[in-house]
């Protein structure tokens, strides 16, 4: 069982937030889609300005192995962290993957996934990310196409292009799956989770047109109330959990005429100009990394915004687009804001240096690594780390000047993971119910 803190305890249950006055479900349609299932496209926020539409807090689970534990044990803190997401009533869970390295010991994230999508009944699953330089599209696009449907439509697809590691060798991508590839690979991935039938003739994949199996067009498997409640599983939730907002249509990348396109959300992984236009000109939203402060957010949101006008699409479809992109960050909660930078500092300078520094390179070149001391002060500095308020205080700032709602906060920053468990429970408790 989760320790939770006096303070906590004073505060409502875990996982149970009233909404705020004049929130969304004063200004919506009524909801009628069953839980778990997107809303559609009458019902959905997308009118409605940005300001109003609800910030979102997933967690974000590197599976990192800290200095000491064995690669077990980093996997067990990341299942139950992800279990804990979703009883402490947070909007999702957000799965990195890594090969060789101890920065993060899951070299799949979609087959982890699986897994957790089988452990919860109500929170969102997506990969933050799955490295398309090192796999096969249509294999990942058969991944996401089967966990969109047997999950009531809770997987979310988040992709990026990955370094130029040794992986590249490993797994026979090359180099140039990474230098030049990244957008043949995603137009091949989108064609197959939005298609019937699909055939290639480019650079990378050249292959006769084949019938798509499963299909992730297919409106996803709904659940039914009792196994959305977890009501004919006694390992099931232990609290009520909140709804998950899919209402504002967050997460559902649009098509030109502005609807949500068919199958599993899609997020693209932007560290660059060139990573930013592509997500834009293939109307995608953006995952932004942990170490973009607000002012770095607001240079690539306008890089994308101009990269997105200019591709036809227009104003209306980017305010929705804007709620769909995902910032991620750090979260550390304590009563006081010292205790919280002290856990951090106390951990993770040791962990990039232990993690980060077994990266090598695909061929040899050089690559430069920050401070580790220096750059969980930067972190420290940029996100939701201290007390409760602060932590809301945090969010807030930052999806009133850049418009982006939706978060996903390393938790796992102690490396302990009681400690982790506790931090999480605290985000559902004491922060959320903040962020109206």
């Not at 009133?400 to 931090?423: C, K, M, P, Q, V």
């Not at 922060?431 to 109206?436: D, S």
């Amino acid at each position: 069982m989760t320790k939770t803190s006096a303070r906590a305890e004073t505060r409502r249950p875990v996982g149970v937030r009233s909404p705020a006055p004049g929130q969304v479900l004063a200004a919506a349609a009524p909801v009628t889609a069953a839980p778990g299932t997107p809303l559609p496209a009458p019902q959905c926020f997308g009118s409605l300005p940005p300001e109003t539409a609800p910030v979102r807090v997933g967690a974000f689970l590197l599976s990192a192995q800290f200095p000491g534990q064995t690669h077990g044990e980093a996997l067990d803190r990341t299942v139950r962290a992800a279990v804990e997401a979703e009883r402490a009533g947070l909007d999702g869970v957000w799965l990195a993957e890594h090969h060789f390295v101890p920065y993060g010991v899951c070299p799949n994230a979609a087959t982890l996934a699986a897994m957790l999508l089988g452990r919860t009944r109500r929170i969102g699953v997506g990969t933050a990310v799955s490295v398309l330089s090192t796999a096969h599209p249509v294999a990942l696009g058969e991944q996401a196409a089967m966990l969109h449907l047997i999950s009531g439509g809770r997987f979310t697809l988040g992709v990026g292009r990955g370094g130029p590691w040794i992986d590249l060798d490993v797994f026979g991508s090359g180099v140039d799956a990474f230098e030049q590839g990244f957008p043949e690979r995603l137009d091949l991935l989108l064609r197959w989770l939005r298609g019937s039938r699909v055939g290639a003739d480019g650079p990378q994949f050249t292959f006769p047109e084949v019938a798509v199996v499963p299909c992730a067009s297919e409106p996803p498997r709904t659940p039914d109330l009792g196994t959305w409640l977890g009501l004919g599983d006694q390992s099931g939730l232990r609290r009520f959990p909140r709804q998950r907002k899919d209402a504002d249509g967050a997460g559902e990348e649009l098509t030109t005429a502005g609807r949500p396109a068919a199958g599993p959300p899609v997020v693209v992984a932007c560290t660059s100009p060139g990573g930013v236009r592509l997500a834009a000109e293939r109307g995608l939203p953006m995952l932004l990394g942990m170490h973009s402060g607000d002012e770095d957010k607001l240079q690539m949101l306008e890089l994308y915004r101009t990269a997105w006008l200019a591709a036809g699409r227009g104003e209306e479809q980017l305010r929705r687009v804007t709620r769909q992109h995902v910032a991620a960050g750090v979260a550390q909660v304590d009563d006081r804001t010292s205790a919280a930078r002290a856990t951090l500092l106390r951990a993770m300078p040791g962990w990039f240096e232990y993690g980060l520094g077994a990266h090598r390179t695909v061929d040899g070149r050089e690559r430069k690594m920050r401070d580790p001391h220096q750059y969980t002060e930067l972190l420290c500095d940029l996100h939701a780390v201290g007390t409760p308020k602060q932590c809301a205080d945090r969010l807030l700032a930052t999806a009133e000047r850049t418009g982006i709602r939706r978060f996903a906060l390393l938790a796992e920053g102690s490396g302990d993971r009681e400690a982790t468990l506790h931090n999480i429970a605290r985000l559902g408790s004491e922060v959320l119910p903040q962020l109206g």
